[in-house]
């Protein structure tokens, strides 16, 4: 079984990340996350500088320390969400060489992240899986844009390496060091993500992620997140950035890839929409609902249900309490029932991946 050794425990792998963009996942504290068999979250480089700050995080001893996590932490390099900034208004950022500027809504002050200070800031943080700087781009963004975020990404890449070597200098081999990821980038040319992931490879990092969007327009994989795979060599881990359906998370152990993260499962949860599995991962079949299905606990069919969410589940929300009281829990409006709900489908992604492990 392929596995993921860090300063702060081993992730067998496939493995879902859940995301804890700024040092919390939604609705569940830290013992919650363990209770559910969680071995590792994302943050977020970018919200996290802002709020409570780097150095603050670093002064107390490190994100996991902080937020009383004894997992793995990966940390995101903010890029994507630089990006959405720039898409969502020209006046909110912009992006030169150097690296990004951006702005955290109208009115606050500009900051800028370029990739020294990004590495700086995850190792401020005290990551265990770190992100080189990327620029990320729409799919639909003109042919000189993509290949100027191929561009910019390699060099930004390099310049990532280049910092992440000087704060590594003077940790004897063998020591407990973070990894460093760096992201292919291309949008849905395969000339430029092959050009992007050659010079990736060229300059050498731990593992590699796919960049980008990976969901066309009706839900589906695109077909670049395969041809990626095939780029990188399978003895490099492999990140598929920002996919979370299960479906597509089965699809994709299929190809190869070994980590996920999104927000899908814990924002889901908190609408109310729980994934129970059909046949307990005895067949996983990437087609949609073909190994589970969802139940919408806020439906009026759930008031007098007295059956857990999924029978033979083994989270809180199962192990304690029927349909009907949590959808009780959701009409009333209590947080109880999204800690629990959350719970509940954290714990099918650990179940899920347990059962893509054991067919490695």
Same mark, same amino acid.
């Given at each position: 079984?392929? *596995?993921?050794?860090?300063?702060?425990?081993?992730?067998?792998?496939?493995?879902?990340?859940?995301?804890?963009?700024?040092?919390? &996942?939604?609705?569940?504290?830290?013992?919650?996350?363990?209770?559910?068999?969680?071995?590792? @979250?994302?943050?977020?480089?970018?919200?996290?500088?802002?709020?409570?700050?780097?150095?603050?995080?670093?002064?107390?001893?490190?994100?996991?320390?902080?937020?009383?996590?004894?997992?793995?932490?990966?940390?995101?390099?903010?890029?994507?969400?630089?990006?959405?900034?720039?898409?969502?208004?020209?006046?909110?950022?912009?992006?030169?060489?150097?690296?990004?500027?951006?702005?955290?809504?109208?009115?606050?002050?500009?900051?800028?992240?370029?990739?020294?200070?990004?590495?700086?800031?995850?190792?401020?943080?005290?990551?265990?899986?770190?992100?080189?700087?990327?620029?990320?781009?729409?799919?639909?963004?003109?042919?000189?844009?993509?290949?100027?975020?191929?561009?910019?990404?390699?060099?930004?890449?390099?310049?990532?390496?280049?910092?992440?070597?000087?704060?590594?200098?003077?940790?004897?081999?063998?020591?407990?060091?973070?990894?460093?990821?760096?992201?292919?980038?291309?949008?849905?040319?395969?000339?430029?993500?092959?050009?992007?992931?050659?010079?990736?490879? %060229?300059?050498?990092?731990?593992?590699?992620?796919?960049?980008?969007?990976?969901?066309?327009? *009706?839900?589906?994989? &695109? %077909?670049?997140? %395969?041809?990626?795979?095939?780029?990188?060599? +399978?003895?490099?881990?492999?990140?598929?950035?920002?996919?979370?359906?299960?479906?597509? @998370?089965?699809?994709?152990?299929?190809?190869?890839?070994?980590?996920?993260?999104?927000?899908?499962?814990? +924002?889901?949860?908190?609408?109310? +929409?729980?994934?129970?599995?059909?046949?307990?991962?005895?067949?996983?079949?990437?087609?949609?609902?073909?190994?589970? %299905?969802?139940?919408?606990?806020?439906?009026?069919?759930?008031?007098?249900?007295?059956?857990?969410?999924?029978?033979?589940?083994?989270?809180?929300?199962?192990?304690?309490?029927?349909?009907?009281?949590?959808?009780?829990?959701?009409?009333?409006?209590?947080?109880?029932?999204?800690?629990?709900?959350?719970?509940?489908?954290?714990?099918?992604?650990?179940?899920?991946?347990?059962?893509?492990?054991?067919?490695?």
């Amino acid at each position: 079984m392929r *596995e993921l050794r860090t300063a702060h425990g081993v992730i067998q792998l496939p493995a879902f990340l859940p995301d804890a963009t700024r040092g919390v &996942v939604r609705a569940v504290d830290s013992d919650d996350l363990a209770r559910v068999g969680v071995e590792g @979250i994302v943050v977020n480089v970018l919200h996290l500088s802002s709020a409570p700050g780097a150095s603050v995080i670093s002064s107390l001893g490190g994100i996991g320390r902080f937020m009383g996590w004894k997992g793995v932490v990966a940390c995101d390099s903010g890029g994507f969400q630089v990006y959405s900034l720039i898409a969502r208004s020209a006046n909110l950022g912009s992006v030169t060489e150097r690296g990004f500027t951006y702005r955290l809504g109208q009115g606050r002050a500009k900051e800028t992240l370029t990739p020294e200070k990004c590495i700086e800031r995850q190792f401020q943080i005290g990551a265990d899986l770190m992100f080189c700087l990327d620029y990320c781009t729409h799919p639909e963004a003109p042919e000189e844009v993509q290949r100027e975020s191929v561009e910019r990404t390699v060099a930004w890449a390099r310049r990532c390496k280049e910092e992440f070597a000087r704060r590594l200098e003077g940790v004897e081999p063998g020591e407990p060091r973070p990894m460093l990821f760096a992201v292919v980038q291309g949008g849905a040319d395969r000339d430029l993500r092959r050009s992007c992931a050659e010079e990736l490879l %060229e300059i050498g990092f731990d593992g590699y992620g796919y960049g980008g969007w990976p969901v066309g327009s *009706e839900g589906g994989l &695109v %077909e670049t997140v %395969e041809y990626v795979r095939e780029l990188v060599p +399978r003895e490099f881990p492999l990140h598929g950035l920002g996919i979370g359906k299960p479906e597509s @998370i089965v699809r994709c152990v299929g190809m190869g890839y070994d980590l996920f993260d999104c927000t899908l499962p814990t +924002r889901d949860a908190r609408h109310g +929409r729980l994934y129970v599995s059909t046949d307990g991962f005895a067949t996983l079949d990437e087609e949609a609902g073909a190994f589970y %299905e969802h139940v919408r606990i806020e439906d009026d069919r759930y008031r007098r249900d007295e059956r857990p969410v999924e029978e033979g589940c083994d989270c809180p929300a199962c192990r304690g309490y029927s349909r009907s009281y949590l959808r009780h829990l959701f009409e009333i409006g209590d947080a109880a029932g999204w800690r629990l709900a959350t719970l509940h489908n954290l714990r099918f992604y650990a179940r899920l991946m347990a059962g893509l492990q054991s067919r490695r």
